[in-house]
């Protein structure tokens, strides 16, 4: 695989969550070991990024975006590039849109339910799981409380708590006839929505066909840091200081999950 971390951009990429998810990698990946740029929907579907590609990047916006410009062709190819031993990470749109199934404000004007074709997580992702979501707005932000288990990840030998930004991502819930997911040798759980009953899944990691593809998908936006978010909007500032407080193991938290991918970060970065 290559060195190329491609961060698309197009139809259902919002560009605040664009530009901090841009600003996270560029924060957290060794600059010697990878290079960051944009990939629009048209050269998803060429394929040629598939040579030079170290992980592809879907973020925050709204899923349908991506459906509608990728199609079907785009899709494949995508797929095709995990399958292969590529990394896809997903970040609360992008992670909605490589599940089988999703349900989003089911029984609202803005419902969007049906499957999607990527399919690297073997089951349904459901939201917004907070209240009062609105598109291009924070009213439905907030932070929620997500741990990760013990040893889940290096660095993290005990439970660790931190309150992570939500606006308009969903959990998820496996399901229940596996045999329909050939392709996915395994999923592991990297942290759990703690106020939730059963405490689903907020964050997962799905091993993807034979040669050790990966897709990394996250419903909260860990790629978010507090201290890039507006601090005059009126929603955020009702919660933008827990986020602050607990924003230096999120980022930790970030540099282990990109890790997961096959991706190389910087020892060290600056808040």
């Known amino acids: 695989m290559g060195q190329e971390v491609y961060v698309y951009e197009g139809p259902g990429a919002a560009m605040v969550s664009s530009n901090l998810l841009l600003s996270a990698l560029q924060r957290c990946l060794c600059p010697r070991s ?10 998803i579907k060429l394929g040629k990024w598939r040579e030079s590609c170290a992980a592809l990047v879907l973020g925050g916006g709204y899923d349908m975006g991506f459906l509608k410009s990728l199609g079907a062709e785009g899709a494949d190819m995508i797929r095709d590039y995990v399958m292969q031993g590529g990394t896809y990470i997903g970040m609360c749109a992008g992670a909605y849109f490589a599940c089988d199934y999703i349900e989003f404000e089911k029984g609202t004007k803005m419902e969007v339910c049906g499957d999607r074709p990527l399919k690297f997580y073997p089951g349904k992702c459901t939201g917004s799981i907070v209240s009062n979501f609105k598109y291009d707005s924070e009213q439905g932000a907030a932070a929620l409380p997500i741990t990760i288990p013990a040893k889940t990840l290096p660095g993290f030998a005990n439970d660790c708590t931190l309150q992570a930004y ?32 059963g405490r689903p899944p907020a964050v997962v990691k799905c091993d993807v066909g034979q040669k050790g593809g990966v897709a990394l998908l996250s419903s909260p936006h860990v790629d978010f840091s507090a201290f890039e978010l507006d601090p005059t909007d009126k929603y955020l500032m009702k919660f933008q200081r827990e986020l602050r407080n607990d924003d230096r193991v999120r980022e930790r938290f970030l540099k282990s999950f990109l890790e997961l991918g096959k991706l190389r970060v910087k020892v060290n970065s600056s808040l």
Request: glycine share 10%.
């Open 34 to 43: 990878h290079s960051i740029e944009h990939i629009s929907p048209q050269q």
């Open 166 to 197: 939500v606006n308009g991502g969903g959990f998820f819930s496996p399901n229940s006839s596996r045999e329909r997911f050939p392709h996915v040798q395994n999923v592991q759980n990297l942290a759990l929505f703690d106020t939730f009953g």
